[in-house]
């Protein structure tokens, strides 16, 4: 499972897909800006709101990398270039220090997503339908206290080492959603400038749990050296080990895993519910004011797992002893347990202007989002806000979308978007979008921690003018 999360971890400096970059290059606005399928992992009411009868997004892959500079990344993991081609960095010994303390010094969180399939089928402007499949991964890790020292020394054991502490905390989950937006309310008359429609949606989520590993609170290995009082002058050690983890695993293989088809070793639901009301006038055809208010993803996972405990104070002789004399002495006990986890929820209010109707001739579009994550530690709670523009141009020219992106968890970010549409062919049009969250950390390589970069592709068809 190590070399799968190491390589997908490389994929977070890469082009990824996933099914809302231009949503989130303006600002993270999810709530406001996200439309059609994007919105199955947004606002569902934001499904009703669009241009096309139905569309269909291409399987999609997201990662990002928190916790480590660009420049600390392609250090550590970019290679370095010889006569014979890009080779593996063969780190000295002062550089597995520096890289040891920076995983001791900070949390490291990396999160992937990977959707197999969406889509959302809109018969009227008044409602829509939407369906959607994808996998998440979560890991956080940072290494207990004292790991730096004990590595410092030229034989482990040679003196006191003790470690403290500690973060591991891995899962693996797919969810499977169906959905459902419609008109609440709708205008019957347009004249001037007033409100025009509140929409409201409802997505259904099931969850299911591939993989899970919690290292819990209160973790402590000592191990000191001393010299006993007899003939034999063999170094013997005093070991105090004290330390919880939970486990679960499906034990599958990646790509299985990756496109949520593994088995199951937990079970969940969870519901997203919204609201969008949007303002315009009667000689514009998409709305000018958009105010929105959802709460995402507020669920729960059962999972079935396995808990082990690590207790002892003991003492070795010699180099470390025989092996299937510390199997016995340190296998830790094991026993069934049942762990009910709330899924990463997160409560959204937004809302998107067009400048036009602030009276500024432009094809702009100003973009402003709050919102609270209310999961669980290692999906990166807390609060987050941020601000965007999109301009949109010609026809042909494809839109362009930046923003401030500031969280509790990965502080600044500065994303960056491009939307092209293509030109319709058979009745159909092919969308792409590109977006990265980490413009300032190209630009501030040493200070910025993390990279993240998206890729989208959907199928639509315009509705009928």
Request: overall charge positive; hydrophobic content about 45%; cysteine-free.
């Amino acid at each position: 499972m190590s070399r799968q999360i190491v390589l997908l971890s490389a994929l977070a400096t890469a082009l990824s897909a996933y099914s809302q970059p231009l949503a989130g290059a303006q600002g993270g606005a999810l709530s406001a800006t996200a439309l059609g399928a994007a919105a199955l992992v947004a606002n569902p009411a934001g499904m009703s709101s669009g241009m096309s009868t139905w569309e269909i997004a291409l399987p999609e892959f997201s990662a990002t990398v928190g916790g480590i500079t660009l420049r600390e990344y392609a250090f550590y993991f970019g290679g370095v270039r010889t006569s014979t081609g890009w080779q593996r960095r063969r780190l000295t010994l002062e550089e597995r220090e520096e890289f040891v303390r920076l995983l001791e010094s900070r949390p490291h969180t990396f999160s992937l997503r990977a959707g197999t399939l969406a889509g959302v089928w809109r018969p009227s402007p008044s409602y829509a339908v939407g369906f959607g499949s994808r996998t998440e991964l979560w890991l956080r890790i940072q290494l207990p206290r004292g790991t730096v020292e004990a590595a410092q020394q030229p034989i482990i054991g040679s003196d006191t080492a003790e470690l403290l502490g500690g973060t591991f905390s891995l899962r693996a989950y797919s969810v499977l959603t169906a959905a459902y937006a419609r008109a609440l309310w709708q205008a019957d008359t347009m004249q001037g400038w007033r409100p025009r429609r509140l929409l409201g949606g409802v997505a259904l989520h099931l969850y299911r749990g591939h993989e899970y590993v919690e290292v819990l609170p209160g973790g402590r290995i000592r191990l000191e050296p001393f010299m006993p009082e007899s003939w034999d002058s063999t170094l013997s050690w005093d070991i105090s080990i004290q330390q919880r983890w939970r486990l679960g695993t499906s034990g599958s293989a990646a790509l299985p895993l990756l496109i949520g088809v593994a088995p199951a070793i937990g079970w969940g639901a969870g519901v997203s519910i919204g609201l969008r009301w949007e303002w315009q006038t009667v000689d514009t055809v998409p709305p000018q004011v958009a105010a929105t208010l959802s709460l995402e993803h507020a669920g729960f996972l059962r999972w079935s797992l396995t808990e082990a405990v690590l207790r002892s104070r003991d003492t070795l002789s010699g180099i470390l002893g025989e092996e299937e004399e510390l199997q016995r002495r340190y296998t830790p006990l094991k026993e069934a347990s049942t762990v009910v986890e709330r899924m990463p929820a997160r409560l959204r209010i937004g809302a998107t202007v067009e400048m036009v109707a602030l009276g500024v001739e432009s094809p702009l579009r100003l973009a402003v989002e709050y919102a609270h994550g209310l999961g669980p530690t290692w999906s990166l709670p807390g609060p987050s806000a941020g601000l965007g523009l999109m301009y949109r141009g010609l026809t042909w020219m494809p839109q362009i979308a930046i923003g401030l992106m500031w969280s509790h968890a990965l502080g600044l970010q500065v994303p960056l978007g491009l939307q092209w549409t293509s030109p319709r062919f058979w009745g159909v049009r092919t969308v792409v979008e590109v977006a990265t969250n980490s413009l300032l950390g190209w630009l501030l390589r040493g200070t910025i921690r993390n990279v993240h970069a998206e890729m989208y592709v959907r199928i639509m068809r315009p509705a009928a003018p």
